[in-house]
């Protein structure tokens, strides 16, 4: 640890710091400081501002521009909160978030778990991410596979928290480490939905355009003979009847996966455009999902 109290750290110290704060407040004056923080955000960084429009323009073209313009300003807010709802996640009072969540579908998992089949949560970049594991941790053993950060502090931080949260971690890249973890009956929760332009990857249509995805979640069911649960999570602050967040867990996917790659990886695109349709505002439109590809010729992100 002492290689983090080099003065290029501080600054990151200083945000933790801010943030653990925040972790401490009453949820609704957290919810309350994300939502100003997110406005303010959509002033501050143009550039993923510009990207957030162009996506929901490609994603949403029956929508008016006054309307793409609403929802950027809804999704800023969300990224806001977002840092609350990881905050929350990491040092908050587990009595009190548990407190505040909700399960829909919880048969789908008590069935996957009778069955006894290794089991993936095909999860999905949402705002809330950060609280599912949250959510399930006292049911079951399970495994985050997350982005490693660029800033060690930050990375170092983000595996302890969430190690001690709500269970394992494990590098993106580690595919044998994933497989070895489902055969030992450990859950996996894989988030495949952000631009991917590696070798591997194919385009696959996404709300309409191609865009540079994933299709590692049918090799890694295929090798691990898991079955797969699409699982989100949403946040309500506005609705005293499920303020809160909610954990989406969705039914397995049947005859997954399949003879052809391409089609699994589609299926699980539209399955994600299902999800993004409940609460558009929530989902991350600030990552270059269609980075690569082009429209008329033209490259998407200018």
């Not at 990491?90 to 789908?108: F, P, R, T, Y």
């Not at 397995?252 to 999800?275: A, H, R, W």
């Amino acid at each position: 640890m002492t290689q983090f109290l080099h003065p290029k750290y501080w600054p990151s110290w200083f945000g933790i710091g801010l943030l653990w704060l925040a972790s401490q407040l009453p949820w609704r004056w957290q919810m309350f400081l994300g939502g100003f923080i997110g406005r303010l955000l959509f002033y501050a960084i143009p550039k993923r501002r510009a990207v957030c429009l162009t996506n929901l323009s490609i994603a949403f073209p029956d929508k008016t521009s006054k309307e793409i313009e609403a929802i950027t300003k809804a999704h800023f807010e969300s990224l806001g909160k977002g840092l609350f709802d990881a905050a929350f996640s990491w040092w908050g009072d587990v009595k009190k978030l548990l407190a505040l969540s909700h399960i829909n579908g919880i048969e789908h998992l008590e069935s996957a778990l009778n069955s006894r089949r290794p089991i993936i949560f095909l999860s999905s970049h949402f705002t809330s991410l950060e609280v599912s594991g949250s959510i399930l941790a006292d049911r079951l053993d399970s495994c985050f596979v997350f982005r490693p950060h660029k800033n060690k502090l930050l990375n170092h931080l983000s595996i302890q928290r969430r190690e001690a949260r709500f269970g394992k971690t494990i590098s993106k890249d580690n595919i044998r480490g994933m497989i070895k973890m489902l055969k030992q009956g450990t859950a996996v929760w894989y988030a495949p939905d952000q631009k991917f332009k590696r070798k591997n990857h194919l385009m696959v249509p996404f709300f309409g355009v191609e865009a540079p995805t994933n299709p590692a979640t049918s090799r890694l069911a295929k090798l691990a003979d898991a079955v797969v649960i699409p699982i989100y999570c949403t946040r309500c602050d506005t609705d005293a009847s499920s303020l809160g967040y909610t954990l989406h867990i969705m039914p397995p996917l049947e005859n997954f996966p399949s003879e052809d790659i391409n089609d699994d990886t589609l299926l699980i695109n539209k399955i994600i455009e299902q999800q993004i349709q409940t609460h558009i505002e929530q989902y991350l439109w600030t990552h270059k999902r269609y980075k690569g590809a082009q429209i008329n010729g033209k490259s998407i992100y200018q």
